[in-house]
């Protein structure tokens, strides 16, 4: 993936939005991590890893969409931490047994960059274990970058219908 393009495309998303929603000199810092955390449940919800108790196959489409949307909120607050593209592109993938630990490693993670003092280090973290769900799912790079710009131009639209 070209994490620089990503994250400049990211950076233009949220000066847009911050803009078009006068958020000028708001921290958002907590609120992105408590969106990550919410889209990263949103992918287990379709991904229905946790679900022993149901036979309802996964809807791998929509899990796609919410794997995007947690890398939205992943490239906003690596804008905020300034984290290098090139710094990201180095992560290693750190790959749980399953996707049941993977989904709990990773929102463990997320939390940890809003409420300890190393939030670049719980950052990082948050990237190995990022593209170890990637990993897990079976998604490709290049269906996730695509997958991204769609719902990049899509983000934009919402902003202009007052989503």
Known sequence: MNYQKLFEAQRKLDEHIINEKQL??????????????CEIQEVSNEVRDFKYWSLKPPNMKKALEETVDV?????????????????????PARVY????????????????????????????????????????LGFTNEQLEQAYYKKNRLNYQRQETNY
């Open 97 to 136: 047994k399953d996707l049941t630990e993977q989904f709990i490693a990773l929102s463990y993670t997320a939390v940890c960059i809003a409420i300890y003092n190393d939030k670049k280090m719980y950052y990082l973290e948050t990237i190995k274990m990022f593209k170890g769900l990637v990993h897990l």
């Open 71 to 91: 890398l939205h909120f992943i490239l906003s607050l690596g804008n905020d931490l300034n984290i290098s593209s090139s710094t990201v592109e180095e992560q």
């Open 24 to 37: 000028h000199g708001q921290d958002l810092f907590h609120k992105k991590v408590a969106a990550l955390l």
